[in-house]
């Protein structure tokens, strides 16, 4: 059977101030999805309202835009698929192996609180798939209650976008909350790498985590370690 994939993206362009834009940083979404099309998995996108993903201006610069993100935005078939996302009343988690949230800081805005994909990723998480994130898209698995009730993320090892690289990227004042302080305020045993912007993972059973932007080839390579083993 054909593995399936579920990436999660965001609907919204811009911070609180609506003169400093966001969106989704592109390369998370597309280093994930050269590693799982390598494994011939079927992919598919939603996002919280269904419809167009914005793009993290900054993520489409030097360092950050490279060959996979290039590629991706001079592909019309697909730039089409950011642009008609799922909306997630349309998902039937069972259909789904994994769910991978992306990032970039406009998902601390629509993730954490749609009822919709809390029930997509705790049905995915609780019928044995993979619960994944890259940077600030654990902070679509904040408020994801398992049906007893309990956080799923509530004694976990995971990581996320750190505040120390929070600081450092000068976004801390711009920002709504402390990611990181709301994962460990709900019970998750976070963890970071000793240098800030390096690539770091965590897995913990069916969840995999990765702390930042370089961390998303091998967040998913360590999805498709967990989806062949859980398999």
């Not at 996002?47 to 490279?66: I, Q, T």
């Not at 805005?109 to 809390?118: A, M, R, S, T, V």
């Not at 049905?123 to 904040?142: F, P, T």
Request: charge should be negative; glycine fraction near 8%; proline fraction near 5%.
């Amino acid at each position: 059977m054909t593995k399936r994939i579920l990436h999660v993206v965001t609907n919204v362009a811009h911070y609180d101030d609506p003169s400093h834009t966001t969106g989704l940083w592109l390369s998370e979404l597309t280093h994930a999805w050269d590693v799982f099309e390598e494994h011939s998995y079927e992919q598919a996108l939603v996002s919280p309202a269904g419809g167009a993903v914005p793009l993290e201006p900054r993520s489409l610069k030097f360092p950050n835009y490279d060959k996979t993100a290039k590629a991706w935005r001079s592909d019309p078939a697909k730039m089409a698929l950011l642009e008609n996302t799922a909306n997630p009343d349309r998902i039937d988690a069972a259909e789904y192996d994994a769910i991978y949230f992306t990032g970039g800081h406009a998902v601390m805005y629509d993730l954490p609180d749609n009822e919709d994909l809390q029930r997509i990723t705790r049905d995915i998480h609780e019928h044995g798939g993979i619960v994944s994130s890259v940077c600030h898209g654990y902070c679509g698995l904040l408020n994801t209650r398992l049906s007893d009730g309990t956080y799923l993320i509530a004694g976990r090892r995971m990581t996320g976008f750190s505040w120390t690289e929070e600081v450092l990227a000068r976004v801390d004042k711009l920002v709504p909350y402390n990611a990181e302080e709301k994962a460990k305020d709900r019970g998750a045993r976070y963890e970071k790498a000793r240098l800030p912007f390096v690539s770091n993972t965590v897995t913990d059973g069916n969840l995999v985590t990765g702390q930042n932007p370089g961390s998303a080839k091998s967040t998913a390579k360590k999805v498709v370690e967990a989806v062949e083993g859980a398999a």
